[in-house]
């Protein structure tokens, strides 16, 4: 009895060895939030800007309008409240920010990211053989798909944005309250923005959904989650701040669905 045992045990493991297992695909750079729905884990860093870029460059070559059309105005630094010459010529091009969020990107810009990145992806997953018949698309998430993602960082604003050991949880404006006497409290980790996977993960494990930089959506004009420079309250997940052009406190993530 036993030697059958055995020998049935051997079998099913020699069986199980040569069963094909299979693969969950998950975009490259996601986490899945559902069956059809993925989300970056971390905003769209000045590297992966960088790989869009030198990818145009060898495209096209760069002189070329193509190239010169996907270089992000880092003259938005700047700007008012943005003041900071050194980050003009650094911020971007530096070795030492590559894993900071890219901003002085426009919405154009960032839909023919979205664009590029798809077909990018795809082409890879070809040359590996592995999903190479996967149908998926990078873009920007709507609102409340924003809103989705963003719902479980909420928690993150209680106590002045604070965990229990007085560490910050996210990238903004903090205003204390010193002798019933309201300031700001500029004392965090960054002067401006923070590396891309900074702070705490939500729910989805997704980074820096609130604070850092405000993120581009669908809906043009439209930015969600505040940023280095907004207040604590214009960081919740209801908020909204509209933009017009680059700036030095927006950017943005992907989310990519996978269609049938």
């Not at 020699?14 to 559902?34: D, E, H, R």
């Not at 870029?53 to 880092?74: H, M, Q, R």
């Not at 091009?93 to 992806?121: D, N």
Request: glycine share 4%; charged share 25%.
């Amino acid at each position: 009895m036993k030697k059958i045992i055995l020998i049935l045990t051997t079998i099913s493991i020699i069986a199980l060895s040569f069963t094909k297992k299979t693969k969950t695909f998950i975009p490259p750079g996601t986490v899945q939030i559902n069956d059809t729905l993925f989300a970056d884990k971390c905003e769209i860093s000045n590297f992966d800007w960088q790989e869009y870029e030198f990818s145009i460059k060898a495209k096209y070559g760069s002189n070329s309008k193509e190239y010169i059309a996907v270089l992000p105005d880092t003259t938005c630094w700047r700007e008012k409240l943005s003041h900071n010459e050194p980050y003009v010529k650094y911020y971007y091009r530096h070795v030492a920010y590559r894993q900071y969020p890219v901003v002085g990107i426009s919405y154009e810009q960032a839909k023919a990211f979205c664009k590029w990145r798809t077909e990018s992806v795809k082409t890879f997953l070809t040359i590996k053989k592995d999903f190479k018949n996967q149908n998926f698309e990078y873009r920007l998430p709507c609102k409340s798909e924003w809103e989705m993602l963003a719902e479980s960082s909420s928690n993150f604003l209680s106590n002045n944005g604070k965990d229990k050991k007085g560490k910050y949880r996210l990238n903004c404006i903090h205003i204390i309250d010193s002798a019933g006497v309201l300031k700001y409290d500029f004392i965090r980790n960054a002067d401006v923005t923070d590396p891309v996977s900074s702070y705490f993960k939500n729910w989805f494990g997704i980074y820096n959904m609130l604070g850092n930089i405000a993120e581009m959506v669908a809906e043009e004009g439209v930015s969600k989650g505040g940023s280095w420079r907004s207040r604590i309250e214009d960081c919740r997940v209801g908020k909204e701040l509209n933009y017009n052009k680059p700036t030095a406190w927006l950017g943005f993530r992907c989310v990519c669905i996978k269609k049938k």
